[in-house]
């Protein structure tokens, strides 16, 4: 875009901006994160998109899998499932010159978490600021205004799966919001093919999950009745992130295998590993070309995450087809 105005959809009627921006897993470093330690987070090839048309009115509609809603601009509704973007659109909605119409489309199926929430608030953040300012926003001002949000809308977190929706790639990660170390160790999300090696993964839906505030009151509760307050455990497994880290830097998928599979036993020991998400760890074990196994996330329920490729097997949980991504957000397409 050439003008640094706010274009209106009274000067162009079809006007549309569309941005995504990758969905993420969490590869070590889960809870401690959330206290001063490092987390290993990592972009995916699966991403969510937001169209923004502005419209000639003061009408909001978001048109997506989860459902629609229609808000005056002036009475945003900021309820579930929309949350998160209820809470953009409030931010936004003096600085906005109409209403518009938001279409969320994603890669993947609503029951997989897979970060949604912070890759629809980045792209989302990336349409809205692109079609008031006129240029793309800076991308670590954009991570900066999600975490905000996000912590605006769930009361705490750290912001691990916005910096990989806005940065791809995956990153050594720090709540301040701080990128500590990106592999590829350069941004190259500009371009739509790279042959930067990546390690082989396998994803495995248990087939439910416990939400993720849910889960840190868990283990919160857990903390307080902890002589030391799991400042020993969340320092294990801050060096599991950064002994997965290095692993990553040297390409050295055997040595990040390794990493997971210590980062399950700690994960066991925060208490977060039911029996499904232990049979699907243990099962992945015995198959010769898994190097190593987690949970992938809060816990309780969602992902198990190896590095390496699944043998067939007959069990009761799914398989998630997903690859780990060097791309960011990025804006897709401008019209007319």
């Known amino acids: 875009m050439q003008s640094a105005s706010p274009i209106s959809a009274f000067d162009f009627p079809n006007f549309s901006i ?47 899998a989860l459902g629609e809603r229609e808000m005056p601009r002036h009475e945003i509704d900021t309820s579930k499932p929309f949350n998160f973007l209820g809470a953009i659109f409030e931010k936004h909605r003096e600085a906005c010159p109409s209403g518009f119409d938001l279409t969320v489309t994603a890669d993947f199926p609503a029951d997989v978490g897979l970060g949604s929430s912070a890759a629809v608030t980045v792209a989302t953040l990336a349409a809205i600021s692109t079609w008031l300012s006129g ?31 806005v940065y791809g790639g995956i990153l050594l990660y720090e709540a ?14 500009q371009f739509r ?42 320092n294990q497994i801050d060096a599991n992130s950064r002994s997965a880290s290095e692993a990553l830097q040297s390409q050295d998928w055997t040595a990040l295998g390794q990493a997971l599979s210590a980062g399950q036993k700690l994960m066991e020991q925060l208490g977060v590993c039911d029996e499904p998400l ?7 074990n015995t ?22 490729t699944l043998s067939a097997v007959d069990w009761p949980y799914r398989a998630i087809p997903v690859r780990l991504s ?11």
């Open 18 to 64: 569309s941005a995504s921006a990758p969905g993420s897993l969490m590869i070590t470093g889960e809870h401690a994160v959330l206290h001063d330690r490092c987390a290993l987070v990592g972009a995916v090839d699966q991403r969510v998109q937001v169209t923004l048309s502005p419209r000639p009115d003061d009408v909001i509609a978001i048109h997506s």
């Open 176 to 189: 301040t919001p701080k990128v500590i170390t990106r592999y590829p160790p350069s941004p190259i999300s």
């Open 278 to 284: 232990a049979d699907i760890v243990s099962t992945m």
């Open 135 to 165: 240029t793309f926003p800076n991308r670590d001002e954009l991570l900066n205004d999600a975490v905000a949000i996000i912590r605006d809308v769930q009361g705490r977190g750290s912001g691990s799966d916005a910096a990989a929706a």
């Open 287 to 308: 198959m010769p070309n898994i190097l190593g196994a987690k949970i992938s996330g809060s816990g309780l329920g969602d992902c198990v995450l190896g590095i390496g």
């Open 326 to 336: 060097t791309e960011g957000v990025r804006l897709e397409e401008e019209s007319p």
């Open 193 to 234: 093919i790279s042959t930067f090696p990546t390690p082989p993964i396998a994803l495995v839906y248990a087939g439910y999950k416990t939400t993720t505030p849910e889960v840190i009151r868990i283990v919160e509760r857990q903390r307080a009745q902890s002589e030391d307050g799991y400042e020993s455990l969340f």
